[in-house]
């Protein structure tokens, strides 16, 4: 399942490792060549060169770059003006100790940037540039285009992997992918988790019966969900009726029956073409007076711009007032499912989604976005044809296998 994805992210986990590794070594070679200046006596500089040790103390720094702007002249040697440039960006790390000498070295001086990552390393951190994320970062978006994420969400995505690993200065722990997994992990399940119902709990908490209506396009899975929901429910200790709410479609009564049949649970069930509103009414009626927990309604298969069958379920939305409505897609859909999603919940909002055969599915986009492209949590995910293959969905779950070594 999503073994595309997570190759993806694999390679964006080690390429970003490199670049904090190199970082690593980076600051830990800073360090070599200038802790011995560091550590040199504050003795005076060689009055003829105007050399002062690099690690002097802050406002030493900031009086002898002073000195090397005012004298320029007065270098002799490449080593002398390098001394200068040095101390100036100390003196820039000086942080408003001083005044002309400092904006002077703050212009443009990497070094005052190599200073800050050798004091981190130092500190036994390790700071990563913006810079140094660009080409990992502008394959990770790729990856994850081509992953189906949702554009919006992958953006969500890289955004957060930003503003975790750039700048910020990360304990440099012992392994510096943790450092990149963790910022990855942090923002999938950001875009994964979302608030809303837990759907166990709503079978729990709601009064019963508790009304249970699936909606999305046709082919996708939802009388075969339905039917895999009718043993998860029971294995939970709830009963449950089918109703047959696919009026429209020529054999949707048998296939359902069929499902009812091998799974020895009660089904209600009306002519082809007869109101919808009204199978799902009577399935009601039928489970209060038998004492059923659970109706699950299946619903023709439509788009969300066929008006007619959106009225049928706007109708029964008024009529039955379900407890959830659950909108099913297919996670092979990829980006044709997310926008489904977005569209049918814009048309008669959802509770939360299934996501079916998501054991056909290497790319992993639509798991990874459909929640926040929602606002809705998935429910489910489809891992297969037989009645035990559904999934009760975490995302901690999911993030931790996609990020599985
Ligand atoms: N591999 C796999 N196949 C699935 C899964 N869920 C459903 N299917 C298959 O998908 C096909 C369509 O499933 P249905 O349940 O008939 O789909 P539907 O949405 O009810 O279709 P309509 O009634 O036409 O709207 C069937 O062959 C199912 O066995 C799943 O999680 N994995």
Same mark, same amino acid.
């Given at each position: 399942?999503?073994?595309?994805?997570?190759?993806?992210?694999?390679?964006?986990?080690?390429?970003?490792?490199?670049?904090?590794?190199?970082?690593?070594?980076?600051?830990?070679?800073?360090?070599?060549?200038?802790?011995?200046?560091?550590?040199?006596?504050?003795?005076?500089?060689?009055?003829?060169?105007?050399?002062?040790?690099?690690?002097?103390?802050?406002?030493?720094?900031?009086?002898?770059?002073?000195?090397?702007?005012?004298?320029?002249?007065?270098?002799?040697?490449?080593?002398?003006?390098?001394?200068?440039?040095?101390?100036?960006?100390?003196?820039?790390?000086?942080?408003?100790?001083?005044?002309?000498?400092?904006?002077?070295?703050?212009?443009?001086? !990497?070094?005052?940037?190599?200073?800050?990552?050798?004091?981190?390393?130092?500190?036994?951190?390790?700071?990563?540039?913006?810079?140094?994320?660009?080409?990992?970062?502008?394959?990770?978006?790729?990856?994850?285009?081509?992953?189906?994420?949702?554009?919006?969400?992958?953006?969500?995505?890289?955004?957060?992997?930003?503003?975790?690993?750039?700048?910020?200065?990360?304990?440099?722990?012992?392994?510096?992918?943790?450092?990149?997994?963790?910022?990855?992990?942090?923002?999938?399940?950001?875009?994964?988790?979302?608030?809303?119902?837990?759907?166990?709990?709503?079978?729990?908490?709601?009064? $019963?019966?508790?009304?249970?209506?699936?909606?999305?396009?046709?082919?996708?899975? $939802?009388?075969? !969900?339905?039917?895999?929901?009718?043993?998860?429910?029971?294995? *939970?200790?709830?009963?449950?009726?089918?109703? *047959?709410?696919?009026?429209?479609?020529?054999?949707?009564?048998?296939?359902?029956?069929?499902?009812?049949?091998?799974?020895?649970?009660?089904?209600?069930?009306?002519?082809?073409?007869?109101?919808?509103?009204?199978?799902?009414?009577?399935?009601?009626?039928?489970?209060?007076?038998?004492?059923?927990?659970?109706?699950?309604?299946?619903?023709?298969?439509?788009?969300?711009?066929?008006?007619?069958?959106?009225?049928?379920?706007?109708?029964?939305?008024?009529?039955?007032?379900?407890?959830?409505?659950?909108?099913?897609?297919?996670?092979?859909?990829?980006?044709?499912?997310?926008?489904?999603?977005?569209?049918?919940?814009?048309?008669?909002?959802?509770?939360?989604?299934?996501?079916?055969?998501?054991?056909?599915?290497?790319?992993?986009?639509?798991?990874?976005?459909?929640?926040?492209?929602?606002?809705?949590?998935?429910?489910?995910?489809?891992?297969?044809?037989?009645?035990?293959?559904?999934?009760?969905?975490?995302?901690?779950?999911?993030?931790?296998?996609?990020?599985?070594?």
């Amino acid at each position: 399942m999503f073994d595309g994805l997570k190759d993806r992210l694999g390679k964006f986990r080690s390429d970003a490792e490199d670049v904090a590794e190199e970082n690593a070594e980076e600051v830990e070679e800073a360090e070599d060549e200038e802790t011995p200046e560091s550590e040199a006596p504050t003795e005076p500089a060689d009055a003829d060169t105007g050399e002062t040790p690099a690690e002097a103390d802050e406002s030493e720094a900031a009086e002898t770059a002073a000195e090397a702007e005012a004298e320029p002249e007065a270098s002799e040697s490449e080593a002398a003006s390098e001394a200068a440039e040095s101390a100036a960006s100390e003196a820039a790390e000086a942080d408003g100790e001083t005044d002309e000498p400092e904006s002077e070295a703050d212009s443009g001086s !990497s070094r005052a940037g190599f200073a800050a990552r050798a004091k981190s390393a130092v500190r036994g951190r390790v700071v990563i540039d913006e810079e140094d994320l660009e080409d990992p970062l502008w394959e990770l978006e790729m990856a994850l285009l081509e992953s189906d994420v949702e554009m919006g969400v992958a953006q969500e995505i890289l955004d957060q992997i930003k503003a975790d690993l750039v700048g910020e200065e990360k304990k440099f722990t012992t392994s510096t992918d943790e450092v990149v997994r963790e910022a990855l992990k942090d923002a999938l399940l950001s875009v994964i988790s979302v608030d809303g119902v837990d759907f166990d709990d709503a079978i729990e908490q709601s009064e $019963k019966p508790v009304v249970v209506i699936f909606t999305g396009v046709n082919g996708v899975g $939802k009388t075969t !969900s339905i039917a895999k929901l009718t043993k998860y429910l029971r294995d *939970n200790g709830h009963s449950s009726v089918l109703a *047959n709410g696919d009026t429209y479609r020529a054999g949707a009564n048998q296939q359902i029956e069929e499902h009812a049949a091998n799974l020895d649970v009660d089904i209600i069930t009306h002519e082809q073409g007869g109101d919808p509103t009204a199978v799902i009414y009577d399935a009601v009626e039928y489970a209060e007076a038998n004492d059923i927990d659970v109706v699950l309604g299946d619903t023709a298969g439509r788009l969300h711009t066929s008006d007619d069958l959106m009225q049928q379920l706007e109708k029964i939305g008024r009529v039955v007032d379900p407890d959830l409505t659950v909108f099913v897609d297919e996670a092979v859909a990829g980006q044709d499912a997310v926008n489904r999603a977005r569209e049918f919940n814009d048309a008669v909002p959802v509770d939360g989604s299934i996501l079916t055969k998501a054991d056909a599915d290497s790319q992993g986009g639509a798991a990874i976005s459909i929640a926040h492209v929602t606002g809705k949590p998935i429910f489910f995910l489809g891992t297969g044809q037989g009645y035990d293959d559904l999934v009760k969905f975490d995302p901690e779950a999911l993030v931790e296998d996609l990020l599985g070594d």
